[in-house]
């Protein structure tokens, strides 16, 4: 089986694996698979974990929040805004689940603060408009 360019880019790096065999992503009609020798290909990959296999038989697992993946001349690019790259899909899952409640608390808080402010605000314009003082 012939090999293919595996690019991954994120904001700050690129990583390029010369040995992928195949790969395997998931987008919106569900989970598919590429080798050497697919046609040209683009799709969104959902957020979670895709894979690569290398010429090793080995398979890496790649933790991403959604990508842009473009399959042409032997090449696949898959473009994200961070990605992480472990042999162990176990500990990737983790590290998701981590990170997902920590920008999940984030959300919440500035949710929170968000309210408050805009409770001010209307606050404040109801006390300007009760004591007739014109905006």
């Known amino acids: 089986m012939t090999a293919f360019r595996l690019v991954l880019m994120d904001c700050s ?10 790969f395997v992503g998931t987008d919106q009609s569900g989970s598919f698979g590429i ?5 040209t290909f ?7 974990l895709a894979r690569y296999k290398t010429e090793e038989q080995q398979w890496h697992y790649i933790a991403q ?5 473009w ?12 990605f992480v790259i472990s042999d162990n899909r176990q500990e990737l899952l ?3 689940e981590t990170r ?15 309210t408050q402010v805009e409770q001010a605000l209307a606050h404040k314009l109801w006390e300007m408009n009760k004591g007739g003082e014109s905006l």
Do not use: Y
């Open 13 to 22: 790096r690129t990583l390029q694996v010369d040995t992928a065999r195949s």
């Open 35 to 39: 080798q050497a020798g697919h046609e």
């Open 42 to 48: 683009l799709t969104c990959l959902q957020p979670g």
């Open 65 to 69: 929040p959604g990508a842009t993946l």
């Open 71 to 82: 399959f042409h001349d032997h090449q696949l690019q898959l473009i994200t805004t961070q």
């Open 94 to 96: 983790q590290l998701m």
């Open 100 to 114: 997902w409640q920590q920008e999940s608390e984030t959300q919440g808080s500035t949710l929170r603060n968000v």
